[in-house]
């Protein structure tokens, strides 16, 4: 069965976050190990640690993943803020570790001002310098970015001249987020452009390194480069064409996570619900074609409150 889960809140204690994920019937999740906007990190306890760990087996949450920090930019020109990213950065792996997490997710950096180029070299080189500072179970994954103002991760190729200039064995794969694919520029909506976007990922990263979907809806158009996650469904991909990219063969077996607003209590569970209609109706081997008889079927059997293109 695939495994589908939420980012998810850790307050209370990291392990609260494995006991919020199984409350919602998710089988993986995705945390920040910490307050993703500072730069103090407390230690983690050998009490917490296990607490978490136990939770996640009593509960068979797996594999779990840490977002880093928004505050790492490993791509910074200023030598402060990148000493301050490398050593976040491994901080990070760090907590990975003692908690059993499988993987940590990086957004790569970006530009600020310089060339695309040179700044992803740097990012690069700051990269070298955390795997040359030591070595972890968990695995690192670079997420694609949304093609904003100094993106240097937007495209497949970047992703992969990212991965093929670090050595080691620090960076396991990627993670593609549907909502940054989308918003810079890469057709993910119907088969055609599926189908090259997974050609592109097989040609440069291959096929076996994408490690998670993040699947996001998004609130900003096609090629805009804006970083908005919306609800599935609600958004300019739309639930057909995330139905589509999941479907895809390339896609079928790789965990999801999902990170849609959290503005209503309800908000995750119902994100959940459609996502976990659209997986049912996979393993009945539903063609892209007869979806539209799919969307009628879900909205028969469903009392959404939301309105939303799925369920209304
Ligand atoms: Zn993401
Ligand atoms: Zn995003």
């Not at 980012?7 to 945390?31: D, K, M, N």
């Not at 989308?182 to 990922?201: L, M, Q, T, V």
């Not at 097989?202 to 993040?214: A, Q």
């Not at 009945?284 to 879900?298: D, L």
Request: proline share 2%; with cysteine; charged share 25%.
């Amino acid at each position: 069965m695939r495994r589908v889960g939420v980012h998810t809140s850790i307050a209370g204690g990291l392990h609260r976050s494995v006991e919020r994920a199984h409350a919602l019937g998710c089988t993986t999740l995705q945390i920040f190990s910490h307050n993703p906007r500072g730069w103090f990190v407390k230690s983690i306890s050998r009490e917490e640690a296990a607490l978490f760990e136990s939770k996640k087996t009593l509960f068979d949450v797996s594999p779990v993943y840490i977002h880093t920090s928004y505050l790492i930019n490993m791509a910074s020109r200023n030598n402060d803020l990148k000493k301050k990213s490398i050593d976040m950065l491994i901080v990070e792996m760090d907590r990975a570790d003692a908690i059993g997490a499988d993987y940590v997710i990086l957004h790569p950096g970006s530009a600020s001002g310089d060339d695309e180029y040179v700044s992803r070299s740097r990012a690069v080189n700051a990269l070298n310098e955390v795997a040359a500072m030591g070595q972890w179970n968990a695995g690192l994954l670079i997420e694609n970015t949304a093609g904003d103002k100094g993106a240097i991760s937007s495209t497949i190729e970047n992703l992969s001249d990212i991965i093929n200039g670090v050595k080691g064995s620090l960076i396991k794969g990627i993670c593609i987020d549907t909502c940054h694919a989308f918003a810079a520029g890469h057709e993910i909506r119907n088969d055609k452009g599926i189908k090259k976007y997974s050609n592109n990922i097989e040609k440069y990263i291959g096929l076996d390194n994408v490690k998670l979907i993040h699947l996001n809806d998004s609130k900003g158009g096609f090629g805009s480069g804006v970083d908005r996650h919306e609800h599935i469904g609600f958004g300019k991909i739309g639930s057909k064409g995330l139905f589509q990219f999941i479907h895809y063969p390339t896609f079928r077996d790789i965990p999801l996570i999902l990170e849609t607003p959290k503005k209503k209590k309800s908000d995750d569970s119902h994100n959940l619900r459609i996502i976990r209609k659209m997986i049912r109706y996979m393993d009945s081997k539903v063609t892209v074609r007869n979806f539209r008889t799919v969307v009628q079927k879900i909205a028969l059997n469903n009392n959404c409150s939301l309105k939303c293109i799925v369920c209304s």
